[in-house]
């Protein structure tokens, strides 16, 4: 006796769509990490990270770009060497660079909500103002939270931390903003 099958979906194609893409960019984030470059005014380094956090927020929308920076959180903690410079455990997510850390997630949260109007993932080939005006947003999170977080485990004023862990940082801000705009209008994205 025959019997009939149907075909059932436990996973629909969207989500495993976006699993995917959040794990790509929380591997992209771990990489970034290690490109870091000294900041003479700073002991704090420059790296890539908040140009990957910018495009999770862009590419990704506000929950899935939030979820994919904190999939890479989670899994510094958990021991994994994706932290600036190869780090990884507990200790960079309550030292000096802390607040950064924990702002990346929000500021991928608040890129995408400004991109995309919404938590809706809409057209992400907005504006070049809402654009960048999206990354200013973001970059304005990770600036307060970094400072915050300087300025409590070095106990010092905010203005001193301001000054090392922000304003430090802004001619490097400004070029990974712009390489974003770059690539989200470059001819080989836009085709997709």
Same mark, same amino acid.
């Given at each position: ?8 979906? *436990?996973?629909? /194609?969207? *989500?495993?769509?976006?699993? !995917? ?10 990489? #970034? ?10 002991? %704090? ?19 899935? =770009?939030?979820?994919?920076? +904190? ?6 903690? *958990? ?7 190869? #780090? ?11 607040? &950064?850390?924990?702002? &990346?997630?929000?500021? +991928?949260?608040?890129? =995408? ?6 938590? #809706?993932?809409? /057209? ?12 200013? +947003? ?13 300025? &409590? ?20 801000? @400004?070029?990974? %903003?712009?390489? !974003? ?5 470059? /001819? @080989?994205?836009? @085709?997709?």
């Amino acid at each position: 006796m025959a019997t009939e099958h149907e075909s059932v979906e *436990l996973i629909g /194609d969207e *989500l495993v769509g976006n699993i !995917a893409r959040a794990a790509l960019f929380a591997a992209l984030m771990g990489a #970034s990490g290690y490109v870091s470059f000294p900041n003479p005014i700073s002991p %704090i380094p420059v790296t890539m990270q908040v140009l990957v956090v910018f495009l999770a927020g862009i590419f990704l929308g506000p929950v899935w =770009g939030g979820g994919s920076i +904190a999939l890479y959180l989670a899994a510094g903690g *958990l021991g994994a060497p994706v932290f600036a410079g190869g #780090s990884a455990g507990l200790a960079p997510l309550v030292g000096p660079t802390a607040g &950064y850390l924990w702002s &990346y997630p929000v500021a +991928a949260v608040v890129v =995408g909500l400004v991109v995309h109007g919404g938590i #809706s993932v809409g /057209d992400y080939r907005v504006s070049t103002p809402r654009l960048v005006g999206a990354m200013v +947003a973001g970059t304005v999170v990770v600036y307060a939270f970094g400072t915050l977080g300087f300025a &409590y485990v070095n106990r010092v004023g905010l203005e001193s931390a301001f000054w090392t862990a922000s304003a430090a940082f802004i001619p490097a801000e @400004a070029f990974k %903003i712009a390489a !974003a705009v770059g690539i989200v209008r470059s /001819d @080989a994205i836009a @085709a997709q």
